[in-house]
């Protein structure tokens, strides 16, 4: 089982809408998430760092849910410059992280 | 302030052949790490660094060796290259192995034939 598991999408969504992406770890001990941001062959990026009180910053929205051990991105007002790939990254034993494969969104005009 | 540099950018090896992959990062962060990246795989660790003259095996290490040359500079070996190992290959380093973020180089496109 993976570590860190993604809908690869890809999610399709016209400029303006609301799309949110979720991603579940396996490893209940995790302590840190993350999002990154990887644009077409080009290296990954921080997003945000997901909080267990959630976090938003601007259009964007990370909630961490332990109990059933995922984490959401949730984006509003889709621009086309959002279309990306978005990796989860968690954390596990010994300050190791593991990245998720990766969410496409596509934003169309 | 040119961040994590890497190179080279691309290489195309034989089977069985030598390379090194070059990566320093100009942000004096002491811990550095390498990654691979596969279609549908994620990022994978092949090994990191939590400080100068510190390295340690992650979670893909096996046909790979490393060398933290000083605190800015970090390489990444293959000995005998295989088919198994064309890949994308990221670097990345961070503050301390404890800070959370890191920030990667543009990646080597490495294809093994």
């Known amino acids: 089982r993976k570590e860190v598991e993604q809908d690869p999408g890809p999610f399709n969504v016209p400029e303006g809408a609301t799309v949110a992406f979720n991603c579940t770890y396996s490893?209940?001990?995790?302590?840190?998430f993350f999002w990154y941001r990887q644009d077409c062959r080009k290296e990954p990026k921080l997003l945000m760092s997901v909080y267990s009180s959630g976090n938003e910053d601007g259009r964007f929205t990370a909630q961490l849910n332990r109990a059933s051990q995922y984490i959401s991105l949730l984006i509003r007002d889709s621009k086309l410059s959002d279309s990306a790939t978005y990796l989860c990254?968690?954390?596990?034993?010994?300050?190791?992280?593991?990245f998720g494969s990766g969410t496409k969104l596509n934003v169309k005009p | 302030n040119a961040g994590v540099t890497q190179t080279p950018k691309f290489q195309v090896l034989k089977t069985g052949q030598s390379m090194t992959l070059q990566c320093a990062q100009d942000m004096n962060h002491n811990s550095m790490y390498w990654y691979r990246q596969d279609p549908g795989m994620g990022l994978r660790l092949i090994y990191y660094s939590a400080s100068e003259g510190t390295t340690d095996k992650g979670e893909v290490p096996n046909g790979y060796n490393v060398s933290r040359l000083n605190k800015r500079e970090f390489s990444l070996r293959l000995e005998s290259a295989a088919p198994s190992q064309t890949s994308v290959y990221f670097c990345?380093?961070?503050?301390?192995?404890?800070?959370?973020?890191?920030?990667f180089g543009p990646g080597t496109r490495l294809t093994v034939t």
């Open positions: 990345a380093s961070s503050v301390s192995r404890a800070a959370y973020e890191q920030y």
């Open positions: 490893n209940s001990a995790s302590q840190s």
């Open positions: 990254v968690v954390s596990g034993n010994f300050n190791k992280f593991y």
